[in-house]
């Protein structure tokens, strides 16, 4: 079975001028996104831009006897990829500029986002998924009930300066799990003269919308230009109201270790595809559905609130904090005040009542040791 690695090792001496940009590239550009570009990719548009074979050098001086990680979540071996993709004459001379990467707890944000100038003669800007960061999390219930939330009007903002600085240069736009869904956002919020340079957009297994999205003005210019993938147990491509036109990639992993997209199969220049979702991300995607709809909008920030509200009192900004320090979550559990535990109480009783056992059964049949 094949993945990017060996993607790279089989057409990364093809320039993109040679053999043009596929879906498989796509992947790839996301995925560089959750890298740590401080310090060497510039975030003002006018200060140029630094290769990618570049940043790989200079990232290993910066970094040098650092163990190097990118959080809780998201997977290490997303570093070997961008060395690997540095180190290939496919990607090498790509260009890299206007890098944003914003964390702000009290305004709920987590935004990064960077252009790539492609030897193709076209951009494309990308927009990273939920990173280690409390904020991003939070952020992410917030979309279940509130539109647009905070990296969603950035996202927008940032396609439209990007589409600003360069010119007339055609754009792609993508990203993987909630930096798919800022790309479809972005995409379908922009300026429509911004709109129309668009040559597609890449959600890679990232999360829905509240309903309205879909029959915005701005979605419908721009739905026949995207491409959605999710992998075949897709529970976070499944979340909130999506398309139903996708397409779904084989993995290697389990369950919704799936999400890894380093676990994704490819084979030539595409991916290896499926038929169609499992039954058992079906039936996910019906349970938490439901739970969903058991709950109005104000239910459902109480409960994002009270939530995020124990583990912001653990003094911890980050998933990679809390789970250095068990015994003061646990501690912030057991203290929570009467309302937070209400909320709680209830919006989990909603979670696990009638749909307790099918939760139970899917996860002892599909977590792996490292979801438990």
């Not at 006018?46 to 001086?61: A, F, P, Q």
């Amino acid at each position: 079975m094949a993945n990017m690695f060996d993607y790279l090792k089989w057409r990364g001496d093809l320039k993109l001028w040679q053999v043009g940009f596929c879906d498989v590239d796509a992947l790839i550009m996301t995925e560089l996104t959750y890298v740590n570009h401080d310090g060497i990719v510039p975030s003002a548009p006018d200060d140029g831009l630094v290769t990618i074979s570049d940043e790989v050098r200079r990232y290993n001086v910066l970094h040098r006897g650092e163990k190097l990680s990118l959080g809780a979540i998201v997977p290490a071996e997303i570093i070997d990829l961008f060395f690997a993709v540095g180190a290939v004459g496919r990607f090498a001379d790509v260009g890299l500029c206007c890098y944003e990467n914003i964390v702000d707890d009290n305004a709920v944000e987590q935004f990064s986002a960077i252009t790539a100038k492609l030897t193709d003669g076209t951009l494309f800007v990308g927009y990273r998924g939920t990173d280690d960061s409390i904020a991003g999390w939070k952020e992410n219930f917030q979309m279940s009930f509130k539109s647009p939330v905070a990296a969603q009007y950035r996202a927008a903002d940032y396609l439209n300066r990007i589409a600003d600085h360069f010119g007339a240069y055609p754009i792609r736009v993508g990203g993987h799990s909630k930096g798919g869904n800022l790309a479809m956002w972005a995409a379908a919020n922009c300026r429509s003269d911004v709109a129309e340079r668009i040559l597609d957009v890449y959600n890679m297994d990232g999360p829905g919308f509240l309903k309205n999205y879909h029959e915005s003005s701005g979605y419908l210019a721009i739905k026949d230009r995207i491409k959605t993938i999710v992998p075949e147990k897709s529970v976070v491509g499944m979340f909130l109201e999506h398309e139903g036109n996708y397409r779904t990639v084989k993995s290697t992993e389990r369950g919704l270790m799936q999400h890894n997209a380093l676990s994704w199969q490819i084979m030539g220049a595409d991916f290896e595809f499926a038929d169609d979702l499992s039954p058992d991300a079906k039936r996910a995607d019906d349970i938490l559905s439901a739970w969903i709809a058991g709950m109005d909008d104000e239910f459902r920030e109480k409960f994002t609130d009270a939530f995020f509200g124990i583990l912001y009192s653990t003094k911890s900004t980050t998933l990679s904090d809390l789970m250095s320090d068990k015994p003061a979550l646990l501690r912030a559990f057991s203290s929570a005040d009467a309302e937070m535990r209400q909320a709680l109480s209830e919006g989990f009783r909603r979670l696990l009542g009638e749909s307790g056992k099918n939760i139970s059964d899917w996860l002892k049949s599909h977590r792996t040791s490292a979801e438990t």
